[in-house]
């Protein structure tokens, strides 16, 4: 039985960001003290820019050994990795060269690739190999993150995508309705193993498709990408500001982050 996801709002933008990256850093403690290393997957779009920064400011960039940690991505853009709309760029910007993280701890998805279906699998096959994971067997993450457009997509998961009937692959190649059209993206399958998946959303213009997730009342919106994260044994956890919360119901606004 999936556990309930826990919903954290923080009042705005700035303790948005610091109660992010104080999530992702003790989700990296614990599992650092568990097996030596963090094994995190870093989500697409701009959302993330605000962690990133919060990551690497002086209140947080001593109080976590980056060396420990190894960076996947939960989604790319089949474009070059210096493509200003590559999700690996905003990261290796934002986070990577300032916390002076070396290349051979960050595994980022081809997107310059002329066939993504071959670099999807050889980033599958990657990720078995760093994860020790036979090929009977789904990798576990530490961390997933996840951003939520407003159609209700995560990762690169458009609704009525096939990805998301695909429960065989660990990484698909997508259409996205949203520039640039192909995208490589984990499926359902990677995502819902980890043992901890964390929604980065913030901003009023998130409200609506918040409240579709979180409280839905559609079989539509139950049958939403972002509604079908559900993971098998770990935590899930939504780290909202006030004004993407703000159309969730009473009983769901109370807990602040
Ligand atoms: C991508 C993302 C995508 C993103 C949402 C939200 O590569 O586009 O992975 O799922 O998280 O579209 O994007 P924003 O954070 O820019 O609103």
Redesign the pocket.
């Known amino acids: 039985m999936a556990r309930p996801p826990e919903i954290r709002i923080a009042p705005d933008s700035h303790t948005w960001a610091t109660a992010a990256a104080e999530l992702v850093q003790a989700v990296g403690q614990e599992a650092v003290h568990a097996s030596g290393r963090f094994l995190i997957a870093l989500?697409?779009?701009?959302?993330?820019e605000a962690l990133y920064r919060s990551l690497t400011a002086p209140a947080f960039a001593d109080r976590f050994d980056w060396s420990r940690a190894i960076f996947f991505f939960?989604?790319?853009?089949c474009v070059p990795p210096g493509d200003a709309r590559s999700?690996y760029a905003l990261a290796n910007k934002t986070l990577f060269t300032p916390l002076s993280i070396s290349p051979a701890q960050v595994h980022r998805m081809a997107g310059e690739s002329r066939d993504p279906q071959a670099a999807a699998l050889e980033y599958e096959q990657r990720l078995r190999d760093i994860t020790n994971t036979q090929s009977s067997n789904d990798p576990i993450l530490d961390l997933v993150l996840?951003?939520?457009?407003e159609d209700g997509?995560?990762?690169?998961l458009f609704p009525g995508s096939p990805a998301l009937r695909d429960n065989r692959s660990l990484i698909a190649v997508t259409q996205s309705p949203?520039d640039p059209p192909i995208?490589m993206t984990m499926t359902l399958g990677a995502i819902n193993r980890a043992t901890v998946i964390l929604f980065l959303v913030a901003g009023a213009g998130?409200a609506g498709i918040v409240r579709a997730i979180l409280d839905p009342k559609t079989e539509a919106e139950r049958q939403l990408p972002a509604s079908l994260v559900v993971p098998e044994s770990g935590r899930l956890i939504w780290q909202l500001d006030r004004a993407a919360a703000s159309k969730l119901p009473e009983h769901r606004q109370s807990r602040s982050a």
């Open positions: 989500s697409g779009g701009s959302t993330p939960s989604d790319e853009r999700n996840l951003g939520l457009g997509h995560t990762a690169s949203k995208r998130k």
